[in-house]
């Protein structure tokens, strides 16, 4: 589903369970299909291409570049934070505050050819996420996700260091997250995405994904 489209960039609203970019044991990507759209537009020597990722089972919005120089442009406004994105999140337990920052270092590690990410105080990159209740439940909460910074399943596993693991994140929250009932997939949805100072006047771009996502539907 395309949300945006201009002569710049293309933003669609990824299903979750289509990973962004290949590799072992995927069939198909999201860059792959990009690469397809590439071959057939060959004599066009400006290419559609990825300028950030969402996680394979993470459903939402997704920003694509169009050619080299909007790439650019739009790495840099991520490098300094000039793209701003909201995620909406359903997690294990009642949260008690309205609203918080989360700010905990996190680093890679290799677990059995599988990278993982863990909390490292120490030696571990800055990872800092604001958050907001939306709504509690008997025993979960819908929650809203502002990432300032960009790290690998930051949020994901931000959510599972303060106590509250996003619903069906395996990885990160164990077989106690999983409820099937709810939905069949991770509940973690990319809503909206903003870029500051994306046109030639030096006004935003805002876009807001206003459909329900399906983990909220059996609620």
Known sequence: EIKFEDEKIIIINKPSGIPVQGGSGINLSINDALNIINQKTSKNLEKWQLVHRLDKDTSGLLLIAKNSKIADFLTSSFKNKDIKKTYLALVKGRIN???????????????????????????????????????????????????????????????????????????YGGKEVINRKISARMCLHSQYIAIEKYYEDGSSLEIKDNSTPDFLKNI
């Open 97 to 171: 505050k309205d609203n918080g920052i989360i700010d905990i270092p996190l680093r890679k590690k290799m677990l059995n050819k599988n990278e993982k990410v863990y909390p490292d105080i120490e030696n571990g990159k800055s990872a800092i996420t604001h958050f907001k209740l939306i709504k509690n439940f008997s025993n979960f909460s819908l929650i809203e996700l502002k990432p300032i910074t960009g790290r690998t399943h930051q949020l994901r596993v931000h959510c599972k260091e303060i106590g509250n693991p996003i619903i069906n994140d395996i990885k």
